[in-house]
C-alpha cells in the first residue's frame, strides 16, 4: 500500500486555511513523513546545485529560499505537537529524529556544489543589480552556510557534523528530562491547615489542577510546577515547610539524580559547543554566538549587564530592609531564605502599598484581558481578530482567530494556547506554523502563541496575574511581528531577526497592558462588572518598580552565569552547579534571591542553541523598547496613528530584510537610550 495514501501528513493538508489535519494525526505517523520530506528536500537541492546554468539570484537563492516546503511544514508542525501536546510516543520520534534532522540540516549547509553557487554570488553581490531585500537575503543565507560550517574541509568537516547530530540529540533529551519533572512533580494539599494563608483564586487553580491530574479525592488540591500556580503558592502560603518543599522542587528540576538528571547533559553540551567554536576559529562559544548579534563581542553584553547589576543589588538590600519590618512584626525569628521573600514581599506590597493580589486578580480574567490585547493592536494597526469556534486546533484548549486588516483583507491565522497541562513545556513562547512569505509562495501566517495559565476551577474564570497579563501581552508582541510581516522571501520573515533584536516587539507590546486608558476600558471585575477603580490604578503605578530590584537580579544572574559559563576557554566544560555556585558567588549574588534559570533547567540554553550566550537579549531589547515607546509619549498619544505606522513599516513588517540597527533608527531617527529602560525598574540614579 502507498505510504501517502495512509499517512495524512503525506496528503494535501486541505483543512481551513490550510491547516495540519490534527485529528487523524498520529506519533507513528511523523518518521515515514520525515523520510519521504528529506528525500523531496534533498532531490530539490541537488537540482539547484548541479544546474549547468551560472548562479543567479533567481535560479539560486530565491530557489533555495522556497525549497522543501513539505519538510518545513512538518518541521513546524512536529516541534508544536512536541512542545504543546507531547506524549511519550512523541518523545520517542523526537528521540529517534533529533539525529536524523541534524544529519540532514548538516548536510544542506555543506553541500559543497549549493554553496559554491552561493559564494559567487557573494562575491559578486555589488555589482548583482540586486534590490536591497534580495541583497539581505543573500549576505544572510552566505553568512547562515558559513556558520553551519560550508567553509570546513575533510576531517573538520566531519566532525562538525557528528557533533551537530550529537547537540540535537542532547537538546531532546534536556527539554524532556525538564518535562518530566515538571509535570512529575505535585505538592498535595489537604485540609485547611496545609492551605493556610492561600486565597480563593489559587485555591481554585489548585483544585483544578489536581482535577487536571485525576487526584479526584474530594477537598484536595495540587500545587504543580507551573509558574502560574507556584509563584502564587510561594507568596501566599502560611506554611513556611510547604513552601521549602515546593521551592526546592521548582530549582531543582533537572539536578536530581536519577533519569532527569541533565548535569551530565549540560556539561557535554556546553564541551560540543566549545569545540564548535574553535572549528571556526573562535576562542569560546561566547564569541561564536555573539558575532551574529547587535551586541556583537562579549564587552558590550557585559557592559550592559554591569549598568544594571550593582544599581539592583542595592535596590535588593532596600527591598530586603522592608521585609525583614515586615517579619519582625509578625514575631518570626529567623533570617529570610529563598522560600520566604516572595511571601514578605506580598506582606510588603499589602502594607507599604495597600497593593493585594487578590484585589487585583479579578480585574483581570482571562476572557477580559484576550479581547484587550485584540483591541490594542486594532486601535494601533488596524487589525480584527475574528474567533473561528468550529475551527478545531490541536487540543481543546486551543482557540483559532482569522486576522483581518482594516481593509478586511485575511492577513492571516493566530492560534492561541493558554493553559498549562502535563503534557506542554513550561514558559511562554510563539512559533508559527507558516511564516508570510512571497517568492512563490504566497504564504499567509498562521502564528501561535502558548502561555501556561493555571486554569481556573470550573465554571469559573481564569483570572491572570499582573504579570501575567504582562506574558500574555509579550507573546502577542511576538505574535504580531509574524504577523504584520511583509516580506518577498521567508528566511527574512517575521521574527527571524537578530536575537537580541527579537525581544523588541514583544517587550514594547508591554507597555500598552499597562496604559491606564487600556485598563479602564479592559479590566473589569470578573463578578460585578465594576471598572477598575482609579484608586487600585494608584496603588499598581506606585507599587509598579516594588521588588525590582530582587526580579532584575534573578534575571541579571541568569544572564551573567550563561555569558560566563558559554565564555569559557578550556576543552572540557566544568560541573555546570559548581561553575554556577562560584560565579554566584564571585558576582556577590544576594542571599535568597536567586536565578530566573539555573543552568539544569534553562531551557533557553540547553534545549536548543538559539539564547545560549544570549540569555541577556530581554534586557538589551528593554532598552530597545522602553526608548521606543517614549516615541508614543513624545506623540502624547498611546495609539498615536503616525507613530503606529512608522512602527509597522519600520519594524513590524520588515522582518530580517534590513540590518537591525537600521530598522530601529527608521522608526525612532537615532540609536535607543538607556536611561528610559533605568528609569522603569526604578533604577535610575537621577
Not at 406 to 427: E, I, M, Y
Not at 451 to 457: P, Y
Not at 610 to 620: E, F
Request: negative net charge; hydrophobic residues 45%.
Amino acid at each position: 500500500m502507498n505510504v501517502a495514501s495512509t499517512n495524512p501528513l503525506l496528503q494535501p493538508w486541505t483543512g481551513p486555511y490550510g491547516l495540519p489535519p490534527f485529528e487523524s494525526i498520529r506519533a507513528e505517523h511523523f518518521q515515514p513523513a520525515f523520510a519521504l520530506a528529506l528525500q523531496e528536500h534533498r532531490a530539490e537541492l541537488a537540482a539547484i546545485g548541479s544546474q549547468s546554468a551560472a548562479p543567479d539570484f533567481q535560479n539560486t537563492l530565491a530557489a533555495f529560499d522556497r525549497s522543501g516546503r513539505r519538510l518545513v511544514s512538518l518541521e513546524h508542525l512536529f516541534s508544536t505537537l512536541s512542545a504543546s501536546a507531547s506524549s511519550p510516543e512523541l518523545q520517542a520520534v523526537q528521540r529517534a529524529m533529533a539525529a536524523p534532522l541534524a544529519a540532514h540540516n548538516n548536510a544542506v549547509y555543506m553541500d559543497a556544489a549549493l554553496f559554491a553557487r552561493i559564494e559567487v554570488l557573494h562575491e559578486q553581490r555589488q555589482s548583482l543589480g540586486l534590490d536591497p531585500q534580495q541583497l539581505r537575503l543573500l549576505e544572510r543565507v552566505h553568512l547562515d552556510f558559513v556558520r553551519a560550517g560550508a567553509r570546513l574541509q575533510g576531517q573538520a568537516k566531519a566532525r562538525y557534523a557528528t557533533m551537530m547530530e550529537r547537540l540535537a540529540e542532547l537538546h531532546t533529551r534536556f527539554a524532556q528530562n525538564v518535562l518530566a519533572d515538571e509535570s512529575g512533580y505535585q505538592l498535595l494539599l489537604r485540609g485547611e491547615a496545609e492551605l493556610a494563608g492561600l486565597p480563593d483564586f489559587v485555591r481554585a487553580a489548585a483544585r483544578q489542577a489536581a482535577l487536571d491530574r485525576g487526584v479526584t479525592e474530594e477537598g484536595v488540591h495540587v500545587v504543580t510546577l507551573s509558574r502560574s500556580l507556584i509563584v502564587p503558592f510561594l507568596s501566599f502560603s502560611e506554611r513556611r515547610d510547604l513552601r521549602e518543599q515546593a521551592w526546592r522542587a521548582w530549582v531543582s528540576r533537572g539536578e536530581v539524580a536519577g533519569a532527569s538528571d541533565n548535569r551530565a547533559i549540560v556539561r557535554e553540551i556546553l564541551t560540543l559547543r566549545r569545540e564548535q567554536a574553535a572549528l571556526h576559529g573562535y576562542r569560546s562559544y561566547a564569541d561564536y554566538a555573539l558575532a551574529d548579534t547587535m551586541a556583537g563581542r562579549q564587552s558590550a553584553v557585559q557592559g550592559l549587564l554591569d549598568q544594571v547589576w550593582e544599581p539592583a543589588k542595592a535596590a535588593v538590600e532596600r527591598e530586603r530592609a522592608l521585609l525583614d519590618e515586615v517579619r519582625t512584626a509578625l514575631g518570626h525569628d529567623f533570617t529570610i531564605e529563598a522560600w520566604d521573600w516572595r511571601y514578605y514581599a506580598e506582606k510588603v506590597r499589602q502594607q507599604r502599598y495597600q497593593l493585594d493580589e487578590a484585589e487585583v486578580k479579578p480585574y483581570f480574567p482571562l476572557d477580559a484581558m484576550v479581547p484587550a490585547m485584540f483591541d490594542c493592536a486594532q486601535r494601533l494597526f488596524g487589525l480584527r481578530f475574528v474567533a473561528q469556534p468550529e475551527v478545531a486546533g490541536y487540543h481543546p484548549d486551543v482557540k483559532v482567530y482569522e486576522v483581518r486588516g482594516a481593509d478586511d483583507a485575511l492577513r492571516g491565522l493566530f492560534v492561541q494556547d493558554n493553559f498549562a497541562r502535563p503534557t506542554k513545556r513550561s514558559g511562554a513562547w510563539m512559533n508559527a506554523l507558516r511564516w508570510q512569505a512571497r517568492n512563490g509562495i504566497d504564504a499567509l501566517p498562521i502564528i501561535l502563541n502558548n502561555n501556561n495559565f493555571a486554569k481556573g476551577a470550573p465554571g469559573e474564570p481564569t483570572l491572570l496575574s499582573f504579570d501575567d497579563t504582562r506574558t500574555l501581552f509579550h507573546e502577542f508582541g511576538h505574535g504580531l511581528h509574524g504577523l504584520l510581516s511583509n516580506v518577498e522571501f521567508e528566511r527574512l520573515s517575521g521574527t527571524q531577526v537578530l536575537r537580541d533584536f527579537v525581544e523588541l516587539p514583544s517587550q514594547l507590546m508591554e507597555h500598552w497592558m499597562a496604559e491606564p486608558a487600556v485598563l479602564k476600558r479592559h479590566a473589569r471585575h470578573y463578578r460585578t462588572g465594576e471598572t477598575i477603580p482609579d484608586a487600585l490604578l494608584d496603588k499598581l503605578k506606585a507599587a509598579a518598580t516594588f521588588n525590582q530590584g530582587y526580579e532584575t537580579v534573578r534575571y541579571c544572574a541568569s544572564a551573567l552565569v550563561d555569558l560566563a559559563i558559554h565564555a569559557l576557554e578550556q576543552v572540557e566544560a566544568p560541573d555546570p552547579v559548581a561553575f554556577e555556585r562560584d560565579t554566584l558567588q564571585r558576582l556577590g549574588l544576594p542571599h535568597a534571591v536567586g536565578m530566573n534559570h539555573r543552568l539544569t533547567h534553562f531551557q533557553h540554553l540547553f534545549s536548543g542553541n538559539s539564547y545560549a550566550a544570549g540569555y541577556y537579549v530581554y534586557l538589551w531589547a528593554e532598552v530597545l523598547d522602553c526608548d521606543a515607546y517614549e516615541a508614543f509619549v513624545e506623540a502624547g498619544d498611546p495609539f498615536d496613528a503616525a507613530t503606529a505606522r512608522s512602527l509597522v513599516d519600520n519594524v513590524l513588517a520588515v522582518g530580517n530584510s534590513r540590518e537591525p540597527g537600521a530598522t530601529y533608527r527608521a522608526f525612532r531617527g537615532r540609536d535607543a537610550a538607556v536611561g528610559p529602560m533605568l528609569k522603569g525598574r526604578g533604577l535610575a540614579t537621577v
